[in-house]
Each structure stands twice: as structure tokens, then as C-alpha cells.
């Protein structure tokens, strides 16, 4: 069965869901939107939509997928996480609620104020060890995968590509050569 999915392209005051109001944009990728938002109760949270009707039909599934397992990596307890708080489906498109970081990414701040070095390093440490006790590798660490929350600690979230850690991650084609690369190249070791 095809999965269908329909365009959605909420603008800042809409509703998404019956369940959340858009207050801004935070940030875009390739088949990912991520909106500041509104619950029942005015607490801002951050929702991630994959928009699935702009994914080709033959990867739609494993997108789905892989969704799904961002969302269980953000069920890990950590304070160096950022936290999955549930998720649903609009127009046929999923989506995830997490905790929204009003500090936004490291890359930002990074630019904005001065930063403790060695605290940074210690919550991104902290984050990845929380991941790597549950058997995940992260796979995407950069500085726009870090975010700065409420109390000002930094906390690693965009789990879209993490895996298990003990699985071979690079499928190769005939020649040896990787199938597909993951992760963002002037980042990748
Ligand atoms: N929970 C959040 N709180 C605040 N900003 C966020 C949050 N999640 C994502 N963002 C912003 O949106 C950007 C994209 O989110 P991300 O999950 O990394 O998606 P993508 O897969 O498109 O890289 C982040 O770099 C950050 O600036
Ligand atoms: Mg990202």
C-alpha cells in the first residue's frame, strides 16, 4: 500500500493537529520542518514534521521507519537529550513533540556569546554516553544538533540517522564502495 501523504505548510498562527498553534519556524532540512509551538495549555514546545509528501514513494516506509526510531532515541533519560515528548500524524505526514531549547543551536550561540568551552564539551560527552550506554551511536553530531535549553546546559538532539551501535551501518554495493553515505561531510571522520 502506497502511503499517502498530503502538503502542509503551516504558517506561524495555524492550527497543526487540533492540538498545537504555530509561534515561528526554528528550522528547515531536506524533508524536515521543525515549528516553535503552543499546547492547550501555552507551554511552547517544538514539533518536527517530516514532510513526507515531498519524499519519493519507494522511501517513504523507511523514512517512516527511521522517524520512529528518532523519536525512541529521544525517550532516552538524559538531561544532555533533548526529550521526545509524544508524536502523531497530520494529513498524513508524522510529526514528534520534543522540548523546545530557547537558547537554539550551538552554532548560533556559539556566534552570539561567549561560551565555557569545557562545559560545552561536557554536556555533548554526557549526551553522547547517554547514548552510548542504550547501544546508539549518534551519527550527526555537529553544532546545529546541539541545543541550548532552558537552564542554559546543552543538550544533542536530530537523532534522525543514529543507529545501533553494533550493527554494520554501511551497506556496500557490489564493488565494496558504500551504498549510501550518512551524516554531513565536513563533519564526518
Ligand atoms: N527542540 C528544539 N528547540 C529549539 N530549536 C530546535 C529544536 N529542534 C530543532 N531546532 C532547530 O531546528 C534545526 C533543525 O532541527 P533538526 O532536528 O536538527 O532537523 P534536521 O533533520 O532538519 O537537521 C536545529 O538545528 C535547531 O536550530
Ligand atoms: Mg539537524
Known amino acids: 500500500m502506497p502511503v499517502v501523504a498530503q502538503r502542509c505548510n503551516f504558517a506561524i498562527g495555524d492550527i497543526i493537529d487540533n492540538r498545537f498553534q504555530v509561534s515561528k519556524v526554528l528550522g528547515e532540512g531536506s524533508f524536515g520542518k521543525v515549528y516553535a509551538v503552543k499546547d492547550y495549555s501555552g507551554n511552547l514546545q517544538a514539533l518536527k514534521l517530516l514532510k513526507l509528501w515531498e519524499v519519493p514513494s519507494d522511501i517513504r516506509e523507511s523514512l517512516m521507519t527511521r522517524f520512529d526510531m528518532e523519536f525512541e532515541t529521544g525517550r532516552i533519560n538524559s538531561d544532555y537529550l533533548v526529550h521526545s515528548i509524544s508524536h502523531g500524524v497530520v494529513e498524513g505526514n508524522?510529526?514528534?513533540?520534543?522540548?523546545?531549547?530557547?537558547?537554539?543551536?550551538?552554532?548560533?550561540?556559539?556566534?552570539?556569546?561567549?561560551?565555557?568551552?569545557?562545559?560545552?564539551?561536557?554536556?555533548?560527552?554526557?549526551?553522547?554516553?547517554?547514548?552510548?550506554?542504550?547501544?546508539?551511536?549518534?551519527?550527526?553530531?555537529?553544532?546545529?544538533?546541539?541545543?541550548?535549553?532552558?537552564?542554559?546546559?546543552?543538550?544533542?538532539?536530530?537523532?534522525?540517522?543514529?543507529?545501533?551501535?553494533?550493527?554494520?551501518?554501511?551497506?556496500?554495493?557490489?564493488l565494496g564502495k558504500p551504498k549510501q553515505i550518512f551524516g554531513t561531510y565536513v563533519y564526518a571522520s
Not at 513533540?97 to 568551552?117: K, R, W
Not at 552510548?132 to 546541539?146: I, Q, S, Y
Open 94 to 174: 508524522p510529526y514528534i513533540v520534543m522540548e523546545y531549547c530557547p537558547g537554539g543551536d550551538l552554532l548560533s550561540a556559539a556566534s552570539q556569546s561567549h561560551l565555557d568551552l569545557a562545559e560545552v564539551a561536557t554536556h555533548v560527552l554526557c549526551g553522547l554516553k547517554a547514548l552510548h550506554n542504550c547501544g546508539k551511536v549518534h551519527r550527526d553530531l555537529k553544532p546545529e544538533n546541539v541545543l541550548v535549553k532552558k537552564n542554559g546546559e546543552f543538550a544533542l538532539t536530530d537523532f534522525g540517522i543514529s543507529g545501533d551501535r553494533n550493527k554494520r551501518m554501511t551497506e556496500r554495493n557490489i
